[in-house]
């Protein structure tokens, strides 16, 4: 095991940045490495694998305090599976929503497709670009965008520090 590794390698290892990891280390997530006479962080090994860690659970869909709850079980000794679990249930009840909105929205696009398809001559002279697109999006539809844009930005791969998810 590599003892005095810098934010750099461990960045490198992890596969973030170094912001991420000293975003990471304010929210508590990561324990406050040693450091050098000159100021340095130095972490261990251990460090690479919460931020593995960290990562895995975020692709879970976790929040930052939701991962932060299961490591303060896990370093209090407690098994936090259990506790995962409950995270789970609560994310797949989320995705069941959501796609349950996107199946309305869905039928809403299908249905001012058709209608707008239909009525394209009729239009309102008026408007100032686009009816169809004037008529505005259900807002069930705008939520279900979002969510996925969310989680579009958050694919795995593309780690996020202070200012993203």
Known sequence: MRNGLKIGQVAREA??????????ELLGLLPEPRRTESGYRLYGQGAVERLEFIKKAKRLGLSLDEIKD????HEEQQRPCVHVLAFLDRKIAEVGEVIEDLKAFRQ?????????????ENLPEGAAICGIIERGIHHRGELALAWLEGRQMGKPGREKGPSGP
Request: aromatic share 12%; proline share 0%; glycine share 4%.
């Open 15 to 24: 596969g973030m940045t170094a912001k991420t990891i000293r975003y990471y």
């Open 70 to 73: 299961i490591l303060a079980l």
């Open 108 to 120: 809403d696009l299908a249905w001012l497709r058709a209608e707008s398809a239909r009525q394209l």
